[in-house]
């Protein structure tokens, strides 16, 4: 029996429930853009896991797509995901500019995009001052 949900990745129902994905980035005006994916297994392991690489001790931070030296300069696409039975799975991925939009096009041909606060926590969030909050409303303190 196949799933009742598809795969927003290929478009088919697979033999299992699809993984969901939440995808979030830093644009470059500082606000965060989040989508929420399904993906079937096939599509899971040709986007999420090649980009959950090991980068502890000195490795430096390269593209996942290309290999290309991004530790100075990268653009970060953050994913965490709920694969089954495990735990959830989080991934920082150091890309190039170009691959970064190329995934990110990607993204958000095959996702929802999420506008409100639920789904995953965002990395690193600062709190706003109320006379912040006011100026973005709109209205001057």
Known sequence: MGSLVK???????????PIGVYWRWMRSD??????????CSACYAAKVLPLDMDYTGVARLTCPS??????????GIYSTSFPGSREQVEV??????VHAAEYRIWVTAHAQE??????APEPHQHERRPEQVLRDLGRVP
């Open 92 to 97: 920082e991925a150091p890309f190039c500019s």
């Open 114 to 119: 999420r506008i409100d606060v639920d789904g």
């Open 30 to 39: 500082g606000v965060w853009k989040k989508y929420y994916t399904r993906l």
């Open 66 to 75: 290309c290999g290309i030296d991004t530790e100075d300069d990268y653009d």
């Open 7 to 17: 795969c927003t990745g290929c478009d088919q129902r697979c033999g299992t429930r």
